[in-house]
């Protein structure tokens, strides 16, 4: 049974850091790409961090770009998504998956809130 657990999020004052977690069980964990997205009540859900199956390669879109870090470890089948720098427009869900051609797994989500 496939499943990917987030952690980590909470209430954080504009400027500060939270780190995400993502465990993962249930699949081959170094054969998949892992993501992590966000989705608020305002806006479509984003693409805001990647990682390859390997871990060589990450991807950012412009609005997390040098705030975020992606990283993964595979020995105990884990991501994590570093935050810095946090602001009110990054206030969502986050969500993790994994994916692997055509087939992609989610979580169920750890809320974010950026607020004084």
């Known amino acids: 049974q496939v499943q990917l657990v987030e952690s980590g999020g909470g209430l954080v004052q504009p400027g500060g850091s939270l780190r995400l977690s993502c465990s993962a069980s249930?699949?081959?964990?170094?054969?998949?790409?892992m993501r992590w997205h966000r989705q608020s009540p305002e806006k479509k859900r984003e693409l805001v961090a990647a990682i390859s199956d390997t871990g060589d390669s990450t991807f950012y879109p412009d609005s997390v770009k040098g705030r975020f870090t992606i990283s993964r470890v595979d020995a105990k089948s884990m991501v994590y998504l570093q935050m810095n720098s946090l602001k009110s427009e990054d206030t969502a869900v986050y969500y993790c998956?994994?994916?692997?051609?055509?087939?992609?797994?989610w979580g169920q989500g750890t809320q974010v809130t950026v607020s004084s």
């Open positions: 998956s994994a994916k692997r051609g055509p087939s992609e797994y």
């Open positions: 249930g699949f081959t964990f170094g054969d998949y790409a």
